[in-house]
C-alpha cells in the first residue's frame, strides 16, 4: 500500500536521466568555484538527486566524484547513470573517496562532500570527511544521538572548516521574510507559535519502500522516526524564524502502524525563554496530507501564517490593519527575502529553489562571508536535543522535561 | 485598544434596529409554533440578536417576551427597540417573567426560554425556567463548575423538558458532513485530531469593552477564560464530529495580558479512547485572528479538513485518490448535511444560519423527534468537564489528568 | 442529468417546513413595521423562500399574505405551509390580492409586495400593484423587454411608490466595500473589469425541472436565458461597483445543449465612458460551477478582486505596497460596508444576509431615507438595456453595439 | 514608477553571481550530452539566467558560449560573471559566434542555441542558426511578423535540425495533466474556456527599465506589446492543452499608459472549430497581478480550473461528484503529468522546474524521440497568426476576423 509518494516521483527522475536523456559521453569544461563530492544519494535515493541540483543551480559548484552506494558496482553505475561522472571518481566507499581525493591536485580535487545517506552513516562520514580538510554539508538529523551530535560539534571546533546541515525549510524566501519579520521587532514580543508538518506516506506499512525502511529501522534512523524525519524540521524552522529558545516541552508520541517499532505521529507542547508557548504536530499517518509543513506565529502588535502549499505568500496580521500577503519578489520585503528569491514576483519558486539557498548560504560561507545564513552544526546539535527530549519526554508518559540539562 | 471585532459589528446591528428602520407600532398577528422568551441579550449584547434571528430564521418560532437586563427600564428598552416587544411582556427580571408567563394562556404563553447573559447566569436562570416548567435553549459553557452543571443535569433529568446548549458551530451543513462521514467508518478508525480556534480580539487590555469585560472576570466567567469562552467550543466540535471518548489531557495554559485573571491562551494535548490522539489550541491574543475555527481528523483510510473562514467546504482525502472537495449543497452528501442546507450550492451559508440549524434540532425534539440533533445538556456536561480538567491539568503544571473521575 | 442543485436544497426547506416544524396553528402578535405580500414563490420555487427569510431577518417586516400560484387551491396550500399565512390572507390571483389587501384597514393591509414569479409576470403585477398604491419588490430581470420596463418606470415615476429590484449580490459588506474603494478615487481611474458568472446546473437538458424549464422558456423568461438570469446580476455588480457607463458591447452567446431555445452561455466585451474596457463572462453549462460570480476591477493605482465563494473577503491590490485582504466586520472599512454587516469579523455572512441588506435598503427608503442604498428601478431598465443589447449584437454575429440608442 | 517586478529580482540574481559567490576561476570536466550557445541574456537581462538554469537543472547539458549582447566587451563580461564562461567563447556577435563554434571539433563545439533576446532579434539569429548547423531554442513570439515566422518555419522544413519555441507554461506537470485530461475524452466536447494572464508591472510609464523599454518598442517588440509577451503565452496555454484549432477571433485592445505604442491590455473572444468559445484576458495594467495566468476549460461532463500561482493543483469538477484536486506527484495522474515532476508531492515545483520541461522535451526530440512534448515551431507560427489577428481585429474596430487565411 505504500504508494503514491516517493516511487512515483522517483521513477519520473531515475526513468528520464537513464533512459531518455543520459549524460553523454563528451567531456565538457567549465568553471566552477566548488567541487564536491557525494556520499549516498544512489539508486532509488530521492534524495541525493535534490542535492545535486539544489547544489549546482545557481552555476557555482558542480559535483566531480562520490560514493554512491556500499556496493562498488552499485556506486559505479549510480554515478554514471544518474550523475553522469566518469568510473575512476566514483568511489566503492568515503574512506577510499577522501583519501583518493585528498590525493588530486587541489584545482581538481573535491572541496566539500555531501553526505546524503540515511541517519547512522551522517556522523561517522562527516567525522572521516573533517578529518581529511573536507567541509561537510550533511542531511538532518544530523547523528543517532545527542551525544554523538556534540561530539561532532566538539570535532569541528578543532578545524578550520564549514559545515551545513540541510533543514533546507529555512531557504524559502517567504521564511527568510518572516524571521527578518521577527527579528524588526514589528511584531512585539512573540507569544504563541503552531507549527504542523503533516504527512501522509506512511499510513500504512510501507517496509517494502527503500525510503519507508530505513526511516521506520531505528538501528538506522535514530530514536524517533516521525520526529527525527519531520517534527525535527518543524523545531528548526520554529527556532530559525523566532530566535526563540525552548526552556521545555511536553511530547505525546504514537506508532499507529502495527509493527513498527518507530514513532509515526507526535504533538509536542513547548515553552520558550520569554514565555513564548507553542505546538509541534507531526505525522506520517495523517492521511493524504503531503509534505504539509505549516507555521503561525503571533506576537504582541502581529503575527503571521506560512505553509509550504504555498510557499510563496506569508500572510501577516496586525491588530489595527487588515492583514497583508507578503510575496516572494514583492513590494516591501526585507533585504533577506529578496535575496533569496531568483525570479520576479508571480514566476513560482518552490522545494529546488529554497534547497538551493541552503547552499548558496553555505558557499557565501566558504567565501569567507561572516554572517551567512544557514543551518549550521548548531542547528543539527539542537535538533538532536529535540529528538531526544520529545522521545524521553513521551517515554516518560508526556512528561514536561528541560529543554537543556 | 479593544478595537475592532464586537463594537463596529454591534454598532452595526443597533444603529439599523435603533436609528433607520425601528420595529414600528403595529402590532401583527402570525403564526408561529413556537413562542420563546430571553434572559440577556439587552443592549451591548451581540449574542441576544443572534439569537433571535437564528431562533425565528424559518418562521417556526417568535420571541414573545424578556428580561433582557437587570435594570427594568434598560430591560424594556432593550425589548422595545431591538426585539420590537411591548412593554407588557418586557420584564425586570426572569422570576417575575417565569411567574408572569406561567400565568398565561397557554396558547400565549412563551414555551422555551433563551438564556443569553454571562456564565455565572446560566444555571441559575436554567433551574428556576426548569421549576417554572418551560424548555431552555441555554448559552456555553454550561455552568460555572462541573458540579453546578451535573446537578442541572440531575433537575432535567426529572423534568419532562427540553434543554440545548448552544454549540452552535455542530450546525454548519460540512460539520454534519463531516461528523456523517466518520459515522460511515469510510475513513477508518480515526488516529489524529487537530483543533484551532485562535482570536485576537483579547490581545490586549479590553477591560472597557463590555463583552470582554465579563469574559475576563472569574466571578461572571468562571475557572476558564478563552477555554470557557472558545476552547469549550473546540472540545464540543472534536466529540461531536468525531464520536469519540476523550481518556484524558494535559493541558498548558497561559494568561498573557498583563492583570487579566483567566487564561487567554492555551493547548491541550487529547488521548481518546480506542487510541486516537489529538491536541487543541485555542487562544484570543493570536493578532488579527478573527473567529478562527479549524478542524482537521485523520482516520486510518482518509481523513478531512476544515475551516469557519471557508466554511462551505469539506476538504476530504484518501490514500489511493485526489482529495475532494464536498460543499454545502453539492453532489454526494449524506442525508444530514443536505438537510442543514437552506440553498442550492454556491449560495454561501454562514454563522447565522448555522446557529438555527442547531434551533431546528431542538425544534424537532419539541416535536418529539427522538433522534433529533442539537447540543443537549450531556454536551453542556461535557464541556464543563473539558474546562475543568483543562484548568486543573494546567494548575498543576501541566499533567496528563484523566477525563472521567 | 439534472440534479444536483436545486432540486436537494430545495427539499432540504420544503421537507423541513412541511414536515418536520409546521407553522403551528396559534397566531402570536408581534410589532412589524412593514407588512407585505407576495406573488410566487409557491411549491417548487426555491426564491419564496428566500425572500420571505431576508425580508423579514431583521424583524423589520413580516409577510401577511400571498397569491402563491396560479391555482386556488396551491395557493392556500403553499401559503399555510411554506409561508403559516391563514387561508383568507392566501388568495388565487394577484387582482384578488391587491383589491382585498386595499380593503383592509391601513394598520392592517401589506404594504408592498414582493414579486417572486417567472420573468413574464413581473410587469403585469408590478403594474397592478403600483395602481393599487403598493411598493413593489420584484425579482429580476425586471421585464420580458426594455420597452416593457422603460414603460413601467415611466408608470413609477408618476407614483410616490417606492420600487427596488433583487440585485441581490449588491448586499454583500465586501461589495459595498468594493464601491466605495471605487468611489474614494483611491484605485485611480478605473481602466479594466473582468466579471465572470458561471454555473453549471444546465450542462445538459434540464427541462423536467421546474427551476429549469422556465429559465429556459423564451416565453417565461424574455430573449435571454443565462444572460437574461445571470448575465444581467453581472451587469449589475460591475455598475454598481464601479459606477462606470457602459458604452458599446459585443456579444457573443451561445446555446450548447441542443433543443434549448434560449443562449445558456456567453462572453460579452463591453467599453464604458472613460475608457475603460471590460469583459463579462456567462454560463450555465459550466459544469460544476456552482454560483460562482467573481469581479476583478483595476485602476491606475489600484485594483480587486472578489468572488461569492469567499464572500468576506476583498483582496486589494496596490503598486506600491503588499496586497490586503479587507474581511466583513474587520479594521480599515468603509462605514458601507460596516453597516452591511450583522456579526462581528469571523462569523461568516453569506447569500441570504447579503440578500437582506436590499430589503434593509428598501425600508430605510420607506422611510424616507434619501439616499438609501438598493438596485432601483434604474438598475432594472440598465439591466434589460444590457440584455437587449447582448442579445442584439449576438444576432448580428457579434458586433459592437451602441448601448445607449 | 517601475517599481518592484524585475529591479528587485534581477538584482538578487545578479548580486549573488557576480559579488558573492562567482563562478571562480577553476576549469571543471564534467560530461554533459548538449552544450549550447546563447544570444542575449547579457547583464540586465532576467531570462537568459531563467534559460541557463533550466536547460542544466537536469544535467543533461552545458552552456558553453554565448553572444550575449550586442558590444563584446559586455558580451565577455556577462559571460564570465554571469555564465562563467571563458573569454575565449564569449563572442562579439552571434555570427561570429556560429562561424567560430562550428569550426571547432564536433566534440566541443555548441550544438544548439538558445535565443534569448527580444523579438527583432529572433528570426535573423534564428535563420543564421539553422545555416550553420545548429538546433534552436527561440524565446517567443518566435518573430516580428506571421510573415516572418512561416518563411522561417519554411527554412526549418528543409533542415535535418530541431527547434523549440519557449512557452514555457505548457512546462508544468498539472498543465500537462489537464491537457491529458482534455485529450483522454473524460471531459466530453469541450465548449467553454476561459484564459487569463493579467500583470501589473507595466501600469504606469517604464520606459527607463530595460525590461519594460524593449517589450513597449514597436521596433523590438513588433505589433503588440502586451499581445506580443503575454496574450501570445495564453493562445499557446489554450491551444496545447484543449488541441482545439481558433476559427475566429475579436478583440479589443488598449494602450493606457500615455505616451506607450503598443497595446498593454486587451480582451479577445474566441470561436473555436466544433464549436467551442472562449475568451482571453491579458494586460500588463492590472495592478498588483504578479504573473498571474489562469485557465479554465469546461466541457460537456466536467472541467478543470489552474492558476499559475498555485500550479501545483488542477482543479476538476464532474456534472456528478464532488470536485477534485489532483496535485503534482499525487495520485491518479496522467502518464504525462508524472513525468513532468522531479519531486515527491508536497514538494512545491515551480516556474523554473516548468521551465526545464520544455528543454527535457527538446532533449528528447535531439534524441530522436518521435513524439517528444514540446512547443515547437508550429507553435511558434500559431502564435505569430494570433498576434497578427488579435492587432488586425482591434485595429479595424474590433470586428471577427478569421484565423486562417
Redesign the interface.
Known sequence: ?L????P??????V???TC????????????????FGMVGGGEGA?IG??H??AA?????A???CGAFASDAERSRRSGREL????DERCYPDYATMFAAEAARPT??RMQFVVIAAPNHVHVPVAEAALAAGFHVVCDKPLAMSLAQAEQLAGTLAKCDLEFAVTHNYTGYPMIREARALVASGA?GAI??V?C?Y????L??DASDNKQAAWRTDPERAGAAGCFGDIGSHAENLVSYVTGLDIVAL?A?L?T?VPGRELDD???V?L?FAG?A???V?A?Q????????LAL?V??????FEWK?????SL?????????????T?????SAAA????????????????AFANVY?GF??AL?G?ADADFPDVEHGVRGMRFIERVVSSSAQ????VNFEE
Open positions: 500500500m504508494i503514491y509518494v516517493f512515483l516521483s522517483l521513477y519520473a527522475i526513468a528520464y536521466n531518455v536523456c543520459d549524460w553523454g559521453e563528451v567531456l565538457t569544461e567549465r568553471r566552477a568555484k566548488w567541487r530521492f538527486q535534490v545535486r541540483l549546482e543551480m545557481d552555476g557555482a558542480c559535483l566531480v550523475y553522469g561522472l566518469s584545482d581538481e511584531l507569544r504563541r503552531n504542523e503533516l504527512q501522509g506516506w499510513a500504512s511536553c505525546d504514537t499507529f505521529d507526535g504533538n507542547l515553552r514565555g508557548r507553542g505546538v504536530s505525522s499517518i495523517a492521511v493524504g496530507k503531503e509534505n504539509d503561525q503571533y506576537g504582541e502588535r502581529g503575527g509550504q502549499s504555498d510557499a510563496n500572510l501577516v496580521r496586525w491588530t489595527d490593519r487588515a492583514p497583508e500577503i507578503r510575496r519578489g514583492g513590494p516591501g520585503l529578496l535575496d533569496a528569491a531568483r525570479t520576479p514576483s508571480g514566476h513560482p519558486e518552490g522545494y529546488l529553489e548558496r558557499y557565501q567565501d562571508v508518559g508526556g512528561v514536561w
